[in-house]
């Protein structure tokens, strides 16, 4: 069976500093991998996904970059953290298809103060 | 960028009775949806969904129907139980609603 696994689970960050998160899945080869920002009482907004090995796609213009070093393994990074880049944030998997349903990890939550 | 809506940000019913979620999209190329679950400090955790050639569809106590005519779609939760406490987001593929927060009174 499939697993997806997010780190750390909580996070608190002052503003300026950077950011690493990481996600990973498990039991499944060349999915495709997603993340999402999760502001507090909001739905999800998709920032990132990847098809396979290096090759990200941007949602919209933001402060975090992604990246995708091995097949299973999907970072997200910011060189300088701003207060907007609180909440809530989710990677998830699907099969490499089109019209496939997505499955998320636990979430990390991020403060930045 | 967002194209699905939910119609009302919570929801309330007594333990027993049906649950009729609702939500509206604006894009009429969208041809595949998805309704998640969320409880509180978790990830999303899929539901059911529908794909635009069919108008409804079923699973255990849960149904979703599609009116493509007026672009919208409705999750509907027979004999809700207190368990099934959470928000409820319709996707469009990638893009979410905003959510519906459903409450079961015991």
């Known amino acids: 069976s499939q697993t997806i696994h997010q780190w750390p689970a909580t996070l608190v960050q002052p503003v300026g500093s950077p950011l690493s998160l990481e996600c990973t899945v498990e039991?499944?080869?060349?999915?495709?991998l997603y993340w999402y920002r999760q502001a507090a009482g909001r739905g999800l907004q998709l920032l990132f996904y990847?098809?396979?090995?290096?090759?990200i796609s941007s949602e919209v213009p933001q402060n975090l970059s992604a990246s995708r070093p091995q097949d299973r393994q999907f970072i997200l990074s910011s060189k300088k953290l701003l207060l907007s880049d609180s909440g809530f944030y989710l990677c998830?998997?699907?099969?490499?298809?089109?019209?496939?349903?997505?499955?998320f990890g636990p979430g990390t939550r991020l403060l930045v103060l | 960028g967002e194209s699905v809506g939910l119609h009302l940000p919570t929801l309330s019913v007594q333990e027993g009775d049906n649950s009729i979620i609702n939500c509206a999209y604006s894009?009429?190329?969208?041809?595949?949806f998805i309704w998640y679950k969320q409880e509180s400090g978790k990830g999303p955790q899929f539901i059911i969904d529908?794909?635009?050639?069919?108008d409804k569809r079923q699973g255990q106590r849960v149904t979703v129907l599609l009116n493509k005519t007026v672009k919208h779609l409705s999750l509907q939760i027979a004999a809700t139980q207190p368990g099934d406490s959470a928000v409820y987001f319709c996707a469009d593929q990638f893009y979410f609603g905003t959510g519906t927060s459903l409450t079961v009174i015991p």
């Open positions: 894009n009429s190329a969208s041809d595949y």
């Open positions: 990847s098809v396979g090995i290096g090759q």
């Open positions: 529908i794909r635009s050639n069919m």
């Open positions: 039991g499944t080869s060349n999915p495709n």
């Open positions: 998830a998997w699907s099969r490499p298809m089109y019209q496939e349903t997505q499955y």
